[in-house]
């Protein structure tokens, strides 16, 4: 098990740029495939991005149209997402969230998540 403290999320303006932080501790980091999901209110939980253990394999959701891009650090055991471009409808809650060894985009199949941390998008 490994726990997740993610941060960053914050109030910006449309067209804007956010990174967001993913702090991981306990478990062996580096052979968990890590994932960013998000929930709008009112929304079910989607994914956003994913990285492999390696880091070498990223896979993104439809809508991120290229604006983001997820990164890792295993020496830290840190996790990233950097945000530009951002429009009012990537307002959500972002989560990090992991699962051992191979990557997935069911939220149902992930191991651990954060808490998560607020993105609002004003227009």
């Known amino acids: 098990q490994v726990l997740l403290v993610e941060s960053g999320g914050g109030l910006v303006q449309a067209g804007g740029s956010l990174r967001l932080s993913c702090a991981a501790s306990?478990?062996?980091?580096?052979?968990?495939?890590l994932a960013w999901f998000r929930q709008a209110p009112g929304k079910e939980r989607e994914f956003v991005a994913g990285?492999?253990?390696?880091?070498?394999?990223?896979d993104y959701a439809d809508f991120v149209e290229g604006r983001f891009t997820i990164s890792r650090d295993n020496a830290k055991a840190m996790l990233y997402l950097q945000m530009n471009k951002l429009k009012p409808e990537d307002t959500a809650v972002y989560y990090c969230?992991?699962?051992?060894?191979?990557?997935?985009?069911?939220?149902?199949?992930?191991?651990?998540w954060g808490k998560g941390t607020l993105v609002t998008v004003s227009s």
């Open positions: 969230a992991a699962k051992w060894d191979v990557m997935r985009t069911n939220p149902d199949s992930m191991d651990d």
């Open positions: 306990g478990g062996t980091f580096s052979r968990y495939a």
């Open positions: 990285i492999s253990w390696i880091g070498g394999s990223t």
